[in-house]
């Protein structure tokens, strides 16, 4: 494996690819959300944090879904370990499938998190808004009223997955 970047490198490539400040922050929070869950559920936490820190770098160029693509585009030049390219990749949505992925103009195929490392950055993410944590239902409310059940029901199973892995509802880390 690849060497994974440190927090103060990972937050030196956030700056150099052009990210703002509130992009950063964001990041920041993740992180911290992020790394709580990742002790509690035996994780890599050093890939982890390194993961939440980038999972946005692709904010450097549009704050749409395709932020994601940008992020891989950006984290592959950079030559970043392929563990920390797939969480950009698939942090997206709760993760989205190929058929949904689609439909939002993202290159057809799976955008799911598939490793522990993955799930937990992609839920993390998830459980902040701007750069305050919040509990997973304030998401599902804003979500819901926009019509996204089917990136609710996804979030739902992740943040019971993850619950089940730490032995205690995410909300509470």
Do not use: F, W
Not at 38 to 47: E, F, G, H, I, R
Not at 49 to 62: M, N
Not at 94 to 113: F, M, N, Q, T
């Amino acid at each position: 494996m690849q060497n994974i970047p440190t927090p103060a490198e990972c937050i030196e490539l956030l700056k150099k690819s052009g990210c703002s400040e509130k992009v950063i922050r964001h990041c920041m929070a993740v992180r911290d959300v992020a790394v709580k869950i990742a002790k509690k559920a035996n994780a890599d936490v050093k890939l982890v944090e390194a993961g939440a820190l980038l999972h946005d770098i692709g904010r450097s160029k549009t704050h749409g879904i395709l932020h994601a693509t940008e992020g891989v585009k950006i984290a592959e030049k950079l030559g970043l370990p392929d563990c920390i390219i797939k969480i950009i990749e698939r942090h997206i949505g709760a993760g989205i499938p190929a058929i949904d992925a689609k439909k939002l103009g993202l290159p057809e195929k799976d955008y799911i998190p598939l490793t522990l490392e993955e799930k937990i950055v992609c839920h993390a993410d998830s459980m902040i808004n701007n750069n305050r944590q919040q509990r997973i239902e304030s998401e599902l409310e804003r979500v819901l009223l926009k019509g996204h059940t089917d990136y609710a029901v996804r979030l739902i199973k992740l943040h019971k997955e993850l619950s089940d892995i730490i032995g205690m509802d995410v909300n509470l880390v």
